[in-house]
């Protein structure tokens, strides 16, 4: 009598191979392919174990996230609130307008503190907020293309917003003449007029800050920039200026103050808000939206908050008056930090 095919001794093995073939072959008999899933860019921070997302607002002190309401009750409690932004980035800007809202709600009436407008730009920008000019005045009389750069909707929310609310807006930047000067032949270039006109210190002592800044000026070409010590200077006197400008309209009027500025002056804490704790004593505190496009290391000093946001597109700039290097954002248009 003939053998079954159930006494075969490979049997077993033919029919998994068989099912096999059947479950490989299935997708392309149904014209389907097989897609495997990434993981989404993902930021850890120093001393957690878990991974944190885009979307998320991290409170560094405490190493855990924060509801959006829990950010707006910690911000409200200080005097001087800094929100950092890369400056072509929409999420973060949507960001600010959003916390200007939620902090008017608490406050009333504050300042906003702009980096994007010199304060030798401050008349037409009164005159912008106060009603008496067109948004095409002010534009004109502030030379935005050559002053920023930036797309002007970024940002005209936020002046939107205090012309609504009576607030007012301090230009607080340095004057971009000056800083381009001594960007590239350093403080000893200015001549006495154009010295007196800056704050009477500029700290360049900071060897943390200098160390940071070395290292992000080293990563990027810089033209005619070559001298590092110059674009150091330059820097502090953007800072130095920035902090000068809001110190002495707190220590004028007392009130709560908003200030919007790049997140490389926030960073640590040495660009704007050190310099400005020399000056007066406030309640200071900084919340930096962070871009997150891969597996980043966060570390626990970066600021008091940090708003977790996605991948954006990048909207070129042309801007022939801008300081070479300047625009690369202190480093964070870079890819972050891998962990």
Same mark, same amino acid.
Request: with cysteine; hydrophobic share 40%; proline share 10%.
């Given at each position: 009598m003939s053998a079954s095919f159930s006494s075969c001794?490979?049997? *077993?093995?033919?029919?998994r191979l068989s099912t096999l073939l059947i479950i490989v072959a299935l997708p392309l008999i149904s014209g389907c392919t097989v897609t495997t899933r990434t993981m989404p860019p993902m930021a850890r921070l120093e001393g957690v174990k878990r991974p944190f997302f885009a979307g998320q607002i991290l409170d560094l002190k405490r190493k855990n996230t924060i509801f959006y309401r829990e950010l707006v009750e910690k911000l409200s409690s200080s005097d001087i609130v800094f929100l950092g932004e890369v400056h072509d980035n929409p999420d973060h800007h949507l960001i600010q307008i959003q916390l200007l809202q939620s902090l008017s709600d608490k406050w009333g009436k504050f300042a906003l503190g702009v980096e994007f407008i010199p304060a030798n730009k401050q008349?037409?920008?009164?005159?912008?907020?106060?009603g008496?000019?067109? =948004?095409? =005045?002010?534009? %004109?009389k502030v030379n935005w293309h050559d002053t920023w750069g930036y797309d002007y909707h970024f940002y005209r929310a936020l002046l939107e917003h205090q012309r609504i609310m009576g607030g007012s807006v301090i230009a607080i930047n340095a004057p971009h003449e000056l800083v381009k000067k001594v960007s590239r032949a350093g403080l000893g270039s +200015? *001549? #006495?007029e154009e010295r007196v006109s800056l704050p009477q210190t500029i700290d360049l002592t900071d060897k943390v800050h200098r160390a940071y800044l070395k290292k992000i000026y080293q990563s990027h070409p810089h033209g005619n920039l070559k001298n590092f010590e110059y674009f150091y200077e330059a820097q502090?006197?953007?800072?130095?200026? $920035?902090? =000068?400008n809001i110190a002495k309209y707190y220590s004028r009027y007392k009130g709560k103050i908003i200030v919007i500025c790049g997140n490389g002056h926030i960073i640590h804490g040495f660009g704007i808000p050190k310099? +400005? !704790? !020399? !000056?007066? %004593?406030?309640?200071? $505190?900084? +919340? $930096? #939206?962070? #871009? +997150?496009?891969?597996?980043t290391s966060i570390e626990k000093d970066m600021a008091d908050f940090v708003?977790?946001?996605? %991948?954006y597109f990048r909207i070129p700039k042309h801007h022939p008056g801008k300081i070479k290097g300047h625009h690369k954002q202190n480093g964070f248009d870079k890819k972050p930090r891998k962990n």
């Open positions: 001794p490979y049997w *077993n093995l033919i029919l008349p037409p920008l009164d005159e912008y907020i106060q008496k000019a067109s =948004e095409e =005045e002010f534009l %004109k +200015l *001549n #006495p502090c006197v953007w800072e130095e200026t $920035m902090a =000068e310099r +400005l !704790r !020399r !000056r007066i %004593k406030a309640r200071v $505190m900084t +919340l $930096m #939206p962070y #871009p +997150l496009t891969e597996r708003w977790l946001t996605g %991948k």
